[in-house]
């Protein structure tokens, strides 16, 4: 199992694993596979997870790509192109071809290959909510078409409702947290043929149920966190977009070889 991507693959912003790294969903799916030992996938798993943060995905393309295709895997899962879409002015047609041509050079290993769609809204109001939502629609749309005409397997994240609850998010309203990524994990195992209830963490379908509904928040509650949230997270995005760096320059995958994960 080869995981490519972003921040979302690295497992930003799960909780750590001892060496630092975030754990992610990814880690919970490698690790579920390994205990639910399915017949289909070969004994023992071995894991590597190539994502990085803040890759655009002529990046992921060019730098992850050929080192998962040097691995031989029989599962990839593949999670690009959210980044760009976040900035203006994407010509997102363009940005389409290149993401299916990326996956068809995974598909044409022989390896099942795993694709996402993306959340279009964390709980967010307002006119920048909405101008994201719309393009994050826009993207999911083409996503489904590509593994539809491919035979990719489609984790259709939008499509679970309850991820939209900022519960399962981390302050900085970009990155699941732990509860999220649980959920994520879940999915995706059941995609790849686990039922076992020990393995997902619960019945099949759990990460569909909403949570109970979250206490009221006062207007000048609500204001005073997006307040905070922009001069601690907005603000630094911004200067970084505008500097012309990533939050990923200069870092290396979590697991750039292949681990064999013990159950």
């Not at 399915?38 to 943060?53: D, F, G, I, K, T």
Request: with cysteine; proline share 7%.
């Amino acid at each position: 199992m080869v995981c490519l991507g972003d921040s979302f693959t690295e497992g930003m912003t799960d909780e750590l694993r001892p060496d630092g790294h975030h754990i992610g969903w990814s880690d919970r799916v490698a690790l579920g596979l390994a205990r639910a030992d399915l017949p289909h996938l070969p004994a023992p798993l071995e894991y590597a997870n190539l994502a990085v943060r803040g890759k655009l995905l002529d990046q992921v393309v060019a730098e992850q790509v050929p080192v998962a295709l040097a691995l031989r895997p029989d599962l990839i899962t593949f999670h690009a192109g959210p980044n760009d879409v976040l900035r203006p002015g994407v010509d997102r047609p363009a940005l389409m071809g290149r993401y299916e041509a990326a996956v068809e050079r995974l598909v044409g290993t022989g390896a099942r290959v795993v694709l996402f769609t993306s959340l279009t809204r964390a709980g967010g109001s307002g006119r920048l909510a909405d101008r994201l939502e719309e393009r994050f629609l826009a993207f999911n749309r083409a996503i489904r078409v590509i593994a539809a005409r491919l035979g990719c397997t489609l984790v259709d994240d939008e499509a679970v409702a309850a991820l939209s609850d900022r519960r399962f998010w981390a302050v900085d309203r970009l990155h699941l947290n732990a509860l999220g990524h649980a959920r994520v994990a879940a999915n995706v195992l059941a995609h790849l043929g686990v039922t076992d209830a020990a393995v997902l963490g619960g019945p099949v379908g759990w990460w569909e149920e909403p949570l109970a509904p979250p206490d009221p928040v006062t207007r000048r509650e609500a204001l005073a966190t997006d307040a905070e949230w922009m001069r601690t997270h907005l603000v630094p995005w911004i200067g970084r977009r505008v500097r012309g760096v990533s939050s990923g320059d200069g870092m290396d995958p979590k697991d750039p070889v292949l681990r064999t994960i013990v159950p």
